[in-house]
């Protein structure tokens, strides 16, 4: 009998976090090596098993997964969130991939300069409700279903509910004008598997903060004008 995947990251979201939403919505349990040192991290570059010295990674069926897209398919296709055919599975990828724009985004306003961190937001809320809600609360009213792609909870709708989640982390009436991604979060959050990874003690983890955002610092050995992009570069890229 096959183990529980092994997720390999330090102890934040990042990009890590949209693989533990997708395991917990498939019921999947999942243990986590989390590295809180540069020692750590360094003793898993030696171990040889990651393929372009990057997190995350995945221990999964006896392979060692990269690249956060790659991980998140893998998991989708497995765990039959992935459609049940190729149309359905090209729908998923562009719901996903849009969603990708606007949580990289989000992901990445902490690391706003100070001087830039309400233009930042503001910019981040005007795109969240102008060009991405828009599409799914079409594509919600157009489909007639509960859910984004075919009628059950696909990869889509797992995204869809984590990006809207840390969008109201923003603002919290940022949902105000869509009422039917109102109603999809709210069904969509009472899905069992779901419910139990809202619920406190699970193993979603809080948005970054000043102590956070300085341990990934000392892990990864980058300045924040360098390896990471500041928001200035992700808003020129939306």
């Known amino acids: 009998m096959a183990g529980k995947p092994v997720l390999h990251y330090f102890n934040g979201r990042g990009r890590m976090e949209s693989v533990r939403w997708l395991l917990a919505a498939a019921g999947v349990e999942f243990e986590e090596e989390l590295f809180e040192t540069r020692e750590e991290f360094e003793k898993l570059l030696q171990g040889g098993t990651l393929m372009y010295e990057q997190v995350p990674m995945v221990e999964i069926d006896g392979m060692n997964l990269v690249q956060t897209r790659a991980i998140l398919r893998y998991v989708a296709a497995k765990y039959d969130l992935y459609g049940r055919n190729q149309e359905e599975q090209a729908w998923i990828d562009m719901y996903v991939e849009g969603l990708r724009d ?3 985004m989000i992901m990445y306003f902490p690391l706003s300069l100070p001087e830039e961190k309400e233009m930042n937001l503001e910019y981040i809320l005007q795109r969240a409700t102008t060009r991405f809600f828009p599409v799914y609360e079409k594509a919600l009213r157009d489909h007639g279903q509960d859910f984004l792609v075919g009628n059950r909870l696909s990869w889509a709708d797992v995204q869809l509910l984590e990006v809207i ?3 109201e ?3 919290a009436s940022v949902l105000s004008g869509f ?3 109102q109603d999809f979060k709210v069904r969509t959050s009472q899905i069992p598997t779901i419910n139990r990874f809202l619920q406190p003690g699970s193993q979603r983890k ?3 903060d000043e102590q956070s955002i300085g341990t990934a610092k000392d892990i ?3 300045e924040q004008g360098m390896f990471l992009k ?4 992700i808003i020129a890229e939306y």
């Open 206 to 208: 809080p948005p970054l």
């Open 179 to 181: 009422p039917l991604l």
């Open 230 to 233: 500041n928001m200035s570069t």
């Open 169 to 171: 982390e923003c603002h």
């Open 165 to 167: 989640l840390m969008a």
């Open 102 to 104: 606007l949580s990289d």
């Open 220 to 222: 990864f050995k980058f």
